[in-house]
Nanobody, 115 residues
Framework: VQLVESGGGLVQPGGSLRLSCAAS????????MSWYRQPPGKERELVAV????????QYPDSMKGRFTISRDNAKNTVYLQMNSLKSEDTGVYYC?????????WGKGTLVTVSS
């Protein structure tokens, strides 16, 4: 299993970013995928989950409204569109696969929201 995140960077408050996670080593179209984030000095937290076909998405209440998860099964890629970014969205964003009781993580991509 390999998960490679990209798309992070420095953005001003109110701006947008789209993160990508390229997946390989498993049957991508058969599994749900998730995005997590870890703010500086804090625990890793769930951002969004998407079902295998992309028709079902779930967000914690705190993430609803500004984040949108999507996937392209033809490209083995899951995306996270982030809008109206705030300073508290700063952190490392990770792609996650849960499979056979194991968690697989990418190395993450850093998002910094600052003026």
């Amino acid at each position: 299993v390999q998960l490679v995140e990209s798309g992070g960077g420095l953005v001003q408050p109110g701006g947008s970013l789209r993160l990508s996670c390229a997946a390989s080593g498993f049957t991508f179209s058969s599994v749900a995928m998730s995005w997590y984030r870890q703010p500086p000095g804090k625990e890793r937290e769930l951002v969004a989950v998407i079902g295998s076909t992309g028709s079902i998405t779930q967000y914690p209440d705190s993430m609803k409204g500004r984040f949108t998860i999507s996937r392209d099964n033809a490209k083995n890629t899951v995306y996270l569109q982030m809008n109206s970014l705030k300073s508290e969205d700063t952190g490392v964003y990770y792609c996650n696969l849960k499979r056979f009781g194991l968690n697989y993580w990418g190395k993450g991509t850093l998002v910094t929201v600052s003026s």
